[in-house]
């Protein structure tokens, strides 16, 4: 797993995207989350696996607010990758990883889209249009973005792209009292549920459901690595990336 090759998300100075298998972005993988992870409450869908890269302070308030945008992607066939890695969870699906060269879609829509249009490792999908077929104008919901991803050739996506900010919480000895879910081969820890008497609620870390956890102690890697750093360790600073505007 090579992080040598960096490269800089085609709407820089927003995120930085390490390269890291390109050709895997669009297979799937058919693993489980471990059930023996902390907090980890059910299985998601998996994706290949990338680190995120979290954007400057100062290029995430010129975030605000939240963008939304429109891209629309074609390709030759179903086959053919969109030259985009994504993981599906629970809220929704986000890019993992992502293609910088080539004759692939998202390559071709970045070079001709205005830098606030083009895809970003990060940005989330909220829905998906399969151009040309009306009844599916709109898609939304994790599995019917994905399905439509995986089986048509030209898509109208809407992506949003997520305000990202790093929080501190001190365990005091304890679990943080959240439950969170993942992709195996994904690239962050979804918070499904946070206790009423955990250590987020009584410390008022600005942490909330539906929140993903991308970076820890700033690590960031597989779901592993991040359960691994929030297990070992006290006083965690955890990189979350957030789609709601309040």
């Not at 019917?144 to 990202?164: F, I, N």
Request: with cysteine.
């Amino acid at each position: 797993k090579n992080l040598q090759d960096w490269r800089r998300c085609p709407a820089a100075p927003l995120i930085a995207v390490p390269l890291r298998n390109a050709a895997r972005a669009m297979f799937f993988c058919g693993c489980c989350a471990d059930d023996n992870a902390e907090g980890v409450t059910e299985k998601l869908e998996a994706r290949p696996s990338l680190a995120y890269v979290e954007p400057k302070a100062s290029d995430v308030k010129k975030q605000e607010p939240l963008s939304t945008y429109v891209a629309e992607l074609e390709r030759r066939s179903a086959s053919e990758p969109w030259g985009f890695g994504y993981e599906v969870h629970a809220s929704g699906v986000n890019i993992i990883s992502m293609e910088q060269d080539g004759d692939k879609p998202v390559v071709r829509h970045n070079q001709g889209a205005p830098p606030d249009q083009r895809i970003c490792v990060g940005d989330a999908i909220i829905s998906a249009d399969v151009v040309g077929r009306a009844e599916t104008a709109g898609l939304e919901g994790a599995s019917s973005v994905a399905s439509a991803l995986k089986t048509s050739t030209r898509v109208r996506l809407v992506l949003k792209r997520p305000r990202v900010f790093t929080v501190t919480v001190d365990k005091q000895g304890t679990t943080l009292g959240m439950s969170l879910n993942h992709t195996p081969d994904g690239a962050s820890l979804y918070v499904k549920s946070i206790a009423a008497d955990s250590v987020i609620k009584a410390s008022g870390a600005d942490i909330r459901v539906d929140d993903r956890i991308v970076r820890v102690n700033g690590r960031e890697g597989n779901p592993q690595d991040l359960l691994g750093e929030i297990k070992s360790g006290n006083k965690l600073a955890l990189t979350i990336s957030r789609l709601s505007d309040a």
